[in-house]
């Protein structure tokens, strides 16, 4: 069967031009290294995140760790812990980091209660995994937090992970899992105070926010793998906390690891070199 020469020159043409077209075609270069700093995810000077950006980050592979600092919901900043980020590169070559600042509660004003601390983390994560084509990231992540930090990352992981993006994992270091047991078990008079200014008076019946601000209410069985770790003489949040929320991943069959330490304090600092290989070894096996 013959072509027709028209139909010929055509193929020719499109040949031709297609050809040339790709020739002067390169190949797309791989994303470089970024640190983009202090981006606003709100109207307050609090509300800014960083996000460190790995080379050759794709949408597809490329995963990010938020970490959350605590500091009883009243102190903190993410440039305090800026240091740590070199090293945790060198471990997650691969994954994008995010710290961020959350609003402080103002003892003095009185100003931003809980659940503004909630509310900023939730907005924080959406706002980054909602501009992840811009930042050419995934939408997969892991949270991080000590102590405050921890309480938030439950909060957001077990409370948010239903409804919003849901974390593929969350780190708890020290922190409390039931607000209200919390209270009752604090013997730090000033701490216990702080809580009633933050989420009201409980001996008056006043416990909403003390319910709606506790992890453990919100866990069931689709809740994300939880690595829990705390001291046995943590004279600021009890280890009990964690024993509770223990009890309660053990209850819904999630998946966890459970590390208590004797006679360790709230900072853990006796077995600092034991508790971080604990949670490198969880983030390797999760944060992909």
Known sequence: MRIPRAIAGLA????????????????????????????AYGS????????????????????????IFGGAWIEGDKDSITAAVPYLRSLFPTSAIVLFNYRLYD?????????????????????????????????NFVLWGQSAGAQLAMLYAYKYGK??????????QVGPSDMLSFY?????????????ELMGNPNSADTV??????????????????????GTA?????????????????????PHVYKLYPNEGHELSGVDDESTEEVLAFLKKYLK
């Open 44 to 67: 307050d000077a609090k509300q800014t995140f960083n996000i460190y950006l790995p080379a050759g980050r794709t949408e597809e592979t490329t995963p990010t760790l938020f970490f």
């Open 163 to 172: 409804t919003s993006f849901k974390p593929l994992a969350v780190v708890e």
């Open 107 to 139: 003892q003095g004003k009185g100003n931003f209660k809980f659940p503004a601390q909630e509310q900023d983390v939730k907005d924080c994560i959406e706002k980054v995994l909602n501009n992840s084509s811009t930042y050419k990231i995934s939408k």
């Open 234 to 254: 943590d004279d600021v949040v009890p280890y009990q906390q964690a024993e509770l929320l223990r009890r309660k991943l053990e209850q819904y069959g999630v």
């Open 12 to 39: 020719a043409v499109f040949l031709l031009t297609y050809c040339s077209r790709n020739k002067d075609m390169k190949p797309a270069e791989p994303a470089p290294q970024e640190n983009i700093l202090n981006v």
């Open 209 to 230: 926010l003390y319910n709606s601000s506790s992890p453990l209410k919100y866990i069931t069985a689709d809740s994300p793998p939880t690595l829990v770790m705390h």
């Open 184 to 196: 009752k078990q604090s013997k730090d008079k000033e701490l216990k105070k702080l809580l009633v």
